[in-house]
């Protein structure tokens, strides 16, 4: 089992900055993607950004390119969003989520979230105008 736990979320105004985290409860050796999702109020959840050892990539949604950095620390099994530029449209709760799967990869694989097998409690983030 891997428990996954984010935080760094909260209150910013709009062009701020923030770095959220998410700690991978043991190695991340039996991993081979990590992802990060958001979900506002009333839509559905969608796809941040994706980092995946089997392509040694990142994939980011187009509305965050630029703007957002996805990187990890393998020693410490943390993962890191840092989000820049943030507007009021980043409102949401954030997730991160792995893949223990080996079979599969590339972003339209690591863009839909039925496809991860363990998430985060979520960190919500809010970004005023």
């Known amino acids: 089992q891997v428990r996954l736990v984010e935080s760094g979320g909260g209150l910013v105004q709009a062009g701020g900055s923030l770095r959220l985290s998410c700690i991978v409860s043991?190695?991340?050796?039996?991993?081979?993607?990590m992802g990060w999702f958001r979900q506002a109020p009333g839509r559905e959840r969608e796809f941040v950004a994706a980092?995946?050892?089997?392509?040694?990539?990142?994939y980011y949604a187009d509305s965050v390119k630029g703007r957002f950095v996805a990187s990890r620390d393998n020693v410490k099994n943390t993962f890191y969003l840092q989000m820049n530029n943030l507007k009021p449209g980043d409102t949401a709760t954030y997730y991160c989520?792995?893949?223990?799967?080996?079979?599969?990869?590339?972003?339209?694989?690591?863009?839909?979230?039925?496809?991860?097998?363990?998430w985060g409690q979520g960190t919500q983030v809010t970004v005023a105008s």
């Open positions: 043991r190695s991340t050796v039996s991993l081979y993607a």
């Open positions: 980092f995946s050892w089997r392509d040694n990539a990142t």
């Open positions: 989520a792995a893949d223990a799967k080996t079979a599969y990869s590339g972003p339209d694989y690591l863009s839909r979230d039925y496809e991860y097998d363990y």
